[in-house]
């Protein structure tokens, strides 16, 4: 296996153990899918970087041909997919080559999402950390305000946040663009971050070490805070909530700030732009909440059913 798709196995293992919570069982299993693919591209003289979709069709075609179970086929697709999308979303391809193959068929699983009460909850213990409470505050207003994802959030550039903004410029997958609108909860507590955050930035300066450009700063290499250092903030405030923390992530957030807008009405399409999302059909998959509330509407508002009203 070359550095390069050692670096993209363990960077995009990285992120998922960050970002969605994957298990070590869950991360160990995609592990070993993807360096099977990456064993099936060296023999044909291929890379990540290169393979396009007639190259992920013969591996699933070589893989039927070992007589592997359709759970194990389908699992294996599933990981190339993320695999490239992440590559996608970080700009190291320009495409998704898997993004349109068929598998052999796995039931969808919908994501998880939280109801009002426990996002309020969440940003309540955030709110109320024993370190860095306003940070924290901010870091989840903004969060479930915007629908961002943490990769996102945590990149954002103090630039942005200037000024009392009623709209964030967020650079997402690829490095499109796209406008997302803050909630008054969201700016208030945006205002008391910055004011505290430039206070601590100006003490740094003061003792010679270089100004942040990011809005949430962190000591490591790359300057702001990690995508692993939230995942790790947001479990603690799931704990201070009262919450499960298993089913709290970085991207259940993002699932509530959907399927809570579709719910009070939202627009699918508006929804899609605002979660940067390029196909709708990846949006759709929030309508789940929609289910008894698309029944009513039918039944209260579609011409068939008020003529068969007797009343």
């Known amino acids: 296996m070359t550095p390069d798709t050692a670096r993209w196995i363990s960077t995009f293992l990285e992120a998922k153990a960050a970002e969605q919570d994957a298990t070590a069982n869950t991360q160990l299993a995609y592990g070993r899918d993807l360096k099977d693919f990456a064993g099936f591209l ?44 992440f590559a996608y979303e970080e700009g190291w391809r320009p495409d998704n080559p898997a993004l349109q193959i068929r598998g052999p068929g796995r039931t969808r699983r919908l994501p998880m999402t939280l109801s009002h009460d426990e996002v309020e909850r969440l940003i309540a213990a955030a709110g109320q950390s024993p370190r860095d409470a306003t ?44 406008m997302v609108p803050l909630t008054p ?15 601590a930035e100006a003490a740094a300066e003061a003792r010679g070490l270089p100004a942040s450009r990011y809005l949430f700063p962190g000591r490591g290499r790359d300057g702001h805070l990690t995508r692993h250092r ?42 899609q732009t605002l979660l940067g999302h390029a196909d709708v059909a990846t949006t759709e998959i929030y309508t789940h909440v929609l289910d008894e509330r698309l029944r009513e509407l039918v039944l209260t508002h579609h011409p068939l059913a008020r003529d068969a009203d007797p009343s």
């Open 135 to 178: 940070r924290n505050a901010c870091l989840m207003q903004v969060l479930y305000a915007t629908g961002m994802r943490v990769s996102e959030l945590v990149t954002l550039p103090v630039a942005a946040a200037r000024g009392d903004p009623r709209m964030l410029l967020v650079r997402g997958k690829g490095g499109k663009e796209r």
């Open 185 to 199: 909860g969201a700016r208030e507590a945006l205002t008391a971050w910055l004011a505290e955050r430039d206070a």
């Open 42 to 85: 060296d023999r044909r003289g291929g890379r990540f970087e290169t393979a396009d979709e007639a190259v992920i069709t013969a591996y699933l075609v070589a893989c039927e041909a070992e007589g592997l179970a359709r759970t194990t086929r389908a699992r294996r697709l599933s990981a190339i997919r993320q695999l490239y999308r």
């Open 230 to 271: 939230f995942y790790v903030l947001i479990k603690e405030f799931a704990l201070a909530g009262e919450l499960d923390p298993a089913r709290v992530t970085p991207h259940t957030l993002r699932h509530a700030f959907a399927t809570h807008l579709l719910a009070g009405g939202a627009d699918l399409r508006a929804i």
